[in-house]
C-alpha cells in the first residue's frame, strides 16, 4: 500500500504565503511524477503544478511567477510554495504521485486526502 499524507493548509490573507507538503509512504520502488491539483466547490479540478524526478516543472499559467514546486526524494516528498495568493486560488489541494511498487509492476497514480486553502479578502 502507498499514502500520501499532505499538510500545511490553511486561511492566510490576500497576498500572503503559505508552504504545502506531501509525503509519500509505503510499499514504493521509485516515483517518477509528483504535482499537485486544486479543486474549487463546483468547479473542475485542475493541474497546478507537476515536477519529474529529474525536477523538470510545469505550472498553470494562472499561477506562474507566483507558485513553485520542488521535492525531496529521499523523503518521498512535493512541496509547494504558495507567494501572492489571491482569492481565486482557494480551493482544497490535492497532491499527486505516480509510484511504482516494484521493478515488475507498473506505475500507478496515487492522491492525498486533499487540504484547504482560504485566501480570504
Known amino acids: 500500500q502507498v499514502q500520501l499524507v499532505e499538510s500545511g493548509g490553511g486561511l492566510v490573507q490576500p497576498g500572503g504565503s503559505l508552504r504545502l507538503s506531501c509525503a509519500a509512504s509505503?510499499?514504493?520502488?521509485?516515483?517518477?511524477?509528483m504535482g499537485w491539483y486544486r479543486q474549487a466547490p463546483g468547479k473542475q479540478r485542475e493541474l497546478v503544478a507537476g515536477?519529474?524526478?529529474?525536477?523538470?516543472?510545469n505550472f498553470a499559467d494562472s499561477v506562474k511567477g507566483r507558485f513553485a514546486i520542488s521535492r525531496d526524494n529521499a523523503k518521498n516528498t512535493v512541496y509547494l510554495q504558495m507567494n501572492s495568493l489571491k482569492p481565486e486560488d482557494t480551493a482544497v489541494y490535492y497532491c499527486?504521485?505516480?509510484?511504482?511498487?516494484?521493478?515488475?509492476?507498473?506505475?500507478?497514480?496515487?492522491w492525498g486526502q486533499g487540504t484547504q486553502v482560504t485566501v480570504s479578502s
Open positions: 509505503g510499499s514504493i520502488f521509485s516515483i517518477n511524477s
Open positions: 499527486s504521485a505516480d509510484v511504482k511498487r516494484t521493478i515488475l509492476g507498473n506505475t500507478v497514480r496515487y
Open positions: 515536477i519529474t524526478r529529474g525536477d523538470s516543472t
